[in-house]
């Protein structure tokens, strides 16, 4: 990214921030945003209110001070912002973080919230959520520019529902996510 001037979004596990304290502020040196993903990688269904604000509060606060500023962002794991962890919203506003970008808009067998917005959208606390892009494939809607679906495909598929995407959703935000194991075959 350095050598191509590029900047991103590091979306940060809670237990990377306490046990790699300097890679998280190396990451922030460099002029790339560093958003939260929670305090333990669980779905969000599998926490309580509470358990959830007290374990995100002590990962953001880890995060400012590592990284010398509170994150502003937040990404669910497994995008398993769905109808089960509908006040999580909520919660997220209530923190501090302006954006979350933790809806899957479609069905998928470990989370989803099929006819959930697929465009960015304002929740009613007023938390910016921006969908992760699906692509209809077939039957279903897939998001096809990460994770696995980044890994396999082909570049001509990726590039015909790329245009599919692009046809469908004038106006929405095109973006894409990768972990350290999509990138690097050592992790």
Do not use: K
């Not at 954006?99 to 304002?122: K, Q, T």
């Not at 809607?141 to 599919?164: E, H, S």
Request: charged share 20%; with cysteine; net charge positive.
């Amino acid at each position: 990214l350095d050598a191509a001037g590029a900047r991103g979004t590091f979306v940060v596990l809670d237990a990377v921030t306490a046990g790699d304290p300097a890679l998280v502020r190396a990451i922030a040196a460099r002029g790339h945003e560093v958003a939260s993903h929670g305090h333990d990688h669980r779905r969000l269904a599998e926490h309580s209110p509470a358990g959830f604000r007290a374990g995100l509060a002590a990962a953001r606060a880890r995060l400012a001070d590592v990284t010398g500023r509170a994150p502003v962002g937040y990404r669910a794991p497994y995008f398993s912002l769905t109808p089960a962890a509908h006040w999580v919203p909520e919660e997220l506003a209530a923190l501090g973080f302006a954006y979350s970008s933790s809806v899957l808009p479609a069905w998928n067998p470990m989370a989803g919230w099929p006819g959930a917005p697929r465009r960015p959208f304002l929740w009613p606390s007023g938390l910016l959520e921006l969908p992760v892009p699906v692509a209809r494939f077939g039957p279903l809607r897939l998001p096809f520019l990460g994770g696995m679906y980044l890994r396999w495909l082909p570049p001509w598929r990726l590039a015909q529902l790329t245009a599919r995407w692009a046809a469908e959703e004038t106006g929405g935000a095109l973006w894409s996510y990768c972990h350290p194991y999509d990138l690097d075959d050592r992790e």
